[in-house]
C-alpha cells in the first residue's frame, strides 16, 4: 500500500514537473514569436519613415540623356553663317516626338530657336522638316533613344528664313496653277443651293489623294524639283492635281490636262519615288504623277462618272 501510494505521488509529482516545463517552454516560445514580429514591425516602419524622408531615392529615375543637333541661322546676325547647335536633352522631361524635344529646347535651353507648328497631330503640315536625313513632321516622329545625335536640318534645297523655318512661297504659289476646285462651268450662281452627287465608288478613287496635307517633305526630296524647281511643280501639286482630274464631280479635267502639257510642269518627274518613300501620310505622289502621265499621253482617259448631277437650266428657273 506505501509502495503503491508512493508510487502514485512520485508519478504525480514527475507529470506536474513535465506539464510546468511544457507551459514554460511555451510561454517563452510565444514572447519570443512576440519579441521577432516587433523587431520586423520596427525595421518596416523605419524603413517607410526612411523612405517617406527621401522619396527621390527611393522612385529615382535616370536620366535619359540625348544630344540633338539643330540647324541655326539668324538672318539678323548675317556675319554668323549657319551652324549645327548641340543641345543636351533629358528625355525623361519632355514629351516623346520630335517637336516635343524643339518645344522643350526652346522653352529650357534657347528662347530663340525658331520653327513652325500648329496643330501637332500631322494635320497642318507645319511642322516639315529633315529629321535624321528623311523628310517628316516633326510632331509624328518619336524620338529613338539612340548613342547617336538626333540631326534635325530644314526642308533640303528651300531658302531658310530662320533655323528651321523654310520658305515655302514657291512650292505654295504652284498650287494656284491647278485650281483646287471644283470647277463646272455654269454652276457658279446656284453654289451652296443643291447637292452634287457623286457615288460611293467615284468617291473612293478619291482615297489616297485627298488626304495630302500639303506639307512639302515630298517635293523637297524630289531631285527634279531641286534643280527645276521654277518650272517643274512637283508631287505634292501634282498629286493634288490629279485629286482634282479624278474627281468624278469636276467638268473641266481637259482644261486642267492642257494646263500640265509642256516639257517641264510634268515630265520632269524620273520616276524615282523619293516622294512616295518619305511622305508622312503614307500617298504615293509618285504613282499619281505616273497616271497623269498616262492621261497626258492619251493612254488612258477619264471615266464617266456614275451619277450625273445635270447643270442648272436658268430658263426652266431651276
Ligand atoms: S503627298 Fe505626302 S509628303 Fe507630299 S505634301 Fe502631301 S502629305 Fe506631304
Ligand atoms: S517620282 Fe517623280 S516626283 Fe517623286 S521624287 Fe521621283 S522624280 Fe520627284
Ligand atoms: S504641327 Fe501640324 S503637322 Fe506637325
Given at each position: ?173 504652284q498650287f494656284q496653277k491647278i485650281d483646287l476646285y471644283l470647277k463646272r462651268s ?47 511643280l512637283?508631287?505634292?501639286v501634282?498629286?493634288q492635281a490629279y485629286r482634282w482630274i479624278?474627281d468624278?464631280?469636276d467638268m473641266a479635267h481637259?482644261e486642267r490636262l492642257a494646263k500640265l ?58
Open positions: 500500500m506505501y509502495t503503491a501510494v508512493n508510487r502514485n505521488a512520485s508519478t504525480i509529482s514527475f507529470w506536474s514537473y513535465r506539464l510546468a516545463r511544457l507551459c514554460r517552454s511555451r510561454l517563452s516560445t510565444s514572447v519570443d514569436i512576440k519579441k521577432t514580429s516587433t523587431n520586423v514591425d520596427t525595421a518596416q516602419e523605419l524603413a517607410n519613415i526612411e523612405a517617406c524622408k527621401n522619396p527621390r531615392k527611393e522612385n529615382e529615375v535616370l536620366p535619359r540623356i540625348q544630344i540633338v543637333r539643330v540647324y541655326r541661322w539668324n538672318p539678323e546676325r548675317p556675319q554668323v553663317r549657319p551652324y549645327m547647335q548641340q543641345f543636351s536633352v533629358d528625355l525623361n522631361k519632355c514629351g516623346t516626338m520630335v517637336l516635343d524635344v524643339l518645344t522643350f529646347i526652346k522653352a529650357q535651353h534657347d528662347p530663340t530657336l525658331s520653327f513652325r507648328r500648329s496643330c501637332r497631330e500631322g494635320i497642318c503640315g507645319c511642322c516639315a522638316m529633315n529629321i535624321d536625313g528623311i523628310n517628316t513632321l516633326a510632331c509624328i516622329t518619336k524620338v529613338k533613344e539612340s548613342p547617336q545625335p538626333l540631326v534635325i536640318y530644314p526642308l533640303p534645297h528651300t531658302y531658310v528664313i530662320r533655323d528651321l523655318v523654310p520658305d515655302m512661297e514657291q512650292f505654295l504659289g455654269g454652276e457658279d450662281d446656284y453654289l451652296g443651293m443643291r447637292q452634287i452627287l457623286q457615288s460611293p465608288k467615284d468617291r473612293r478613287k478619291l482615297d489616297g489623294l485627298y488626304e495630302c496635307i500639303m506639307c512639302g517633305c515630298c517635293t523637297y526630296s524630289c531631285p527634279p524639283y531641286w534643280w527645276l524647281g521654277d518650272k517643274y512637283g508631287p505634292a501634282l498629286l479624278m468624278s464631280r481637259k502639257r509642256d516639257f517641264y510642269s510634268v515630265y520632269r518627274c524620273q520616276t524615282i519615288f523619293n516622294c512616295t518613300k518619305t511622305c508622312p501620310k503614307g500617298l504615293n505622289p509618285g504613282k499619281a504623277i505616273a497616271e497623269l502621265k498616262r492621261l497626258l499621253a492619251g493612254l488612258t482617259n477619264k471615266r464617266k462618272s456614275d451619277l450625273d448631277t445635270a447643270l442648272p437650266n436658268p430658263c426652266r428657273k431651276e
